[in-house]
DNA sequence: GTCTATAGTAAGATAGAC
DNA sequence: GTCTATCTTACTATAGAC
């Protein structure tokens, strides 16, 4: 690589970078490309010689964390056998979502508003909710299969289960709102998928 | 009241309207000005003699649905003591809730875009969400305080419900993406919150 | 109160020098 | 590749006639 596409190469990171920052900062949708450009020292112009607009470098730092993502869990063997009715597995579900949520705020903040930005007639926070949940919807579904009796419609479960998992970590990881640890918040959502408000039934644990 | 202040509140319903239409078809965000008046059938300027802004629209709409959910729960007794680990009551709170959110579509999914566009440094999001499970979050302090175990901090868990409940009701109501009848929906939903996914414990339903 | 016409503003995008 | 300067567009908001 010469010199000149060094060069090149290092303003495309600055302006990701800068944009990453921004999102956090102003919001995906307050954040102008001039908030860009000058947050990373450059001029204007130079924005349009990487990207064709803003919804485009949404995309490449999607592609990032989405590789991010894979790169983490590839060698893990993750069968569709999965039980999620044990809790440890169940766990292990809820607390990787919840980091990669918290590792890739900027993004995740910024995805959340570019598909509320599309308005409610184009579909698309349906489309992401079952397309992100699908891994949970083919968990459900084996364990359907299995002859455990689901609550209800795999999809619908799943997706409830993203939808509270998503909104939840938007208000919370935004915000620090709450002075609860990761972990607690993890075991508390575990908990509660597991066994919802009424608790592990005949066998409740009488701590109070 | 005079025939000229008749018109313009004429006008006036007739602006809200037009933008209740135009907030579902093209999203609050996306809505310009002139798209409410010129469906409303007005000029441009006509908007300004009765908002000052498209918030402020928003915001004379959303009272409308407060005052509107007030009046539905009015004279039903709602007393903290409320037990969400009765199936019935549980059943009664997250079908009241899918209802409100199914009758008053654009003005919820309006409410929805608009916070997500504050962005994510304003909290906006964490203060809708606990505000809004307020309610919930009562009944589960009471249950608590009655000797009950929770699967964690009620204010988690009641945003965890209500984040929930939101984002699929966003979701689904607004696309119509599922063939699954409401009372199929807010059953499914019963089941989960009381008891997630491992079900009843001792006494589960062996049907499959 | 409502209209038409227009001023004002903000941001996206590009042209051309270096 | 990067810069400065500018063009263009789209929308908000107001002014003034009726």
């Given at each position: 690589m010469g010199v000149r596409k060094m060069r090149a190469a290092g303003t495309r990171e600055a302006l990701k970078a800068a944009a990453r920052a921004q999102f956090v900062e102003r919001g995906y949708l307050n954040t102008k490309i001039t908030d860009i450009t000058s947050a990373a020292g450059?001029?204007?112009?130079?924005f349009y010689d990487h990207f064709t607009d803003k919804e485009q470098l949404l995309n490449e730092l999607l592609a990032e964390m989405h590789s991010q993502a894979r790169e983490r869990l590839a060698g893990q063997a993750h069968p569709?056998?999965?039980?999620?009715?044990?809790r440890a597995q169940l766990r292990e579900h809820l607390g990787a979502t919840w980091h990669v949520m918290r590792d890739n705020l900027p993004v995740m903040t910024a995805l959340f508003e570019s598909t509320m930005s599309?308005?409610?007639?184009?579909?698309r926070a349906w489309r992401s909710l079952t397309g992100d949940t699908a891994v949970i919807r083919a968990h459900l579904d084996w364990l359907r299969e299995s002859g455990h009796q689901l609550p209800g419609d795999p999809t619908l479960i799943a997706a409830a289960i993203g939808g509270m998992l998503s909104m939840l970590g938007y208000a919370v990881l935004s915000s620090g709102?709450?002075?609860?640890s990761d972990d607690e918040i993890v075991d508390s959502l575990t908990a509660f998928v597991l066994h919802?408000?009424?608790?592990p039934g005949a066998t409740a644990d009488p701590r109070s």
């Open positions: 450059r001029a204007t112009g130079v569709r056998e999965h039980d999620l009715t044990d599309a308005g409610p007639s184009s579909d709102a709450t002075d609860l919802g408000l009424a608790g």
